[in-house]
């Protein structure tokens, strides 16, 4: 007996859920090491090493300081994951009923690929806002401290424009 049937709404919610849980949670588990990451990008000179990052940043702003970007990392690759996860069912289910049953079954590598690349495109668009909101707390000294100083500021500089620069080198990754 199963939970709920396949391709219902409960099937996409679950299925969605399990995105949240698994994106969001394991990307924001990891958000001192992307921190240090990032500012090594940003910053070689002062960030040499991952230990060396730490310490730095450790020895600047407190332990506290290895969490800054956590909020849009928690949310952004939250929706990244509900994206990815559910409507990486819902497209596979949408193409296979394309295609006919025999040929999503010959096919179904392609059909996979197809659905997984439809999903990553609609969930790198629900990622790139939170994730530019992160870049520029974790790398711009004095930007913000926060998400919800992060946000209007950066609309009020240059527009929607801001949260979306990115997406083209997600949709590349």
């Known amino acids: 007996e199963y939970s709920c049937e396949y391709g219902s709404l409960k099937f996409y919610a679950l299925c969605g859920v399990g995105g949240v849980l698994s994106c969001g949670l394991t990307h924001t588990g990891v958000v001192p090491l992307d921190l240090v990451k990032c500012r090594m990008q940003v910053d070689p000179q002062k960030y040499k090493s991952i230990f060396n990052g730490f310490s730095v940043t450790i020895n600047e702003d407190g332990v506290r300081g290895l969490a800054k ?12 994951g509900l994206c990815k996860f559910g409507f990486y069912e819902v497209f596979k289910i949408l193409y296979g009923n394309i295609m006919g049953e025999e040929n999503a079954y010959l096919w179904r590598t392609s059909l996979y690929l197809a659905a997984s690349a439809s999903a990553e495109f609609f969930a790198d668009i629900a990622l790139a806002p939170m994730e530019a909101a992160k870049v520029r707390i974790q790398t711009q000294p004095g930007y ?30």
């Open 69 to 80: 970007g956590w909020a849009p990392t928690f949310i952004g690759y939250s929706m990244q």
């Open 144 to 173: 913000a401290n926060t998400l919800r100083q992060a946000l209007p500021k950066m609309f009020a500089e240059e527009g929607i424009w801001a949260f979306y620069k990115g997406v083209a080198p997600l949709w590349m990754r």
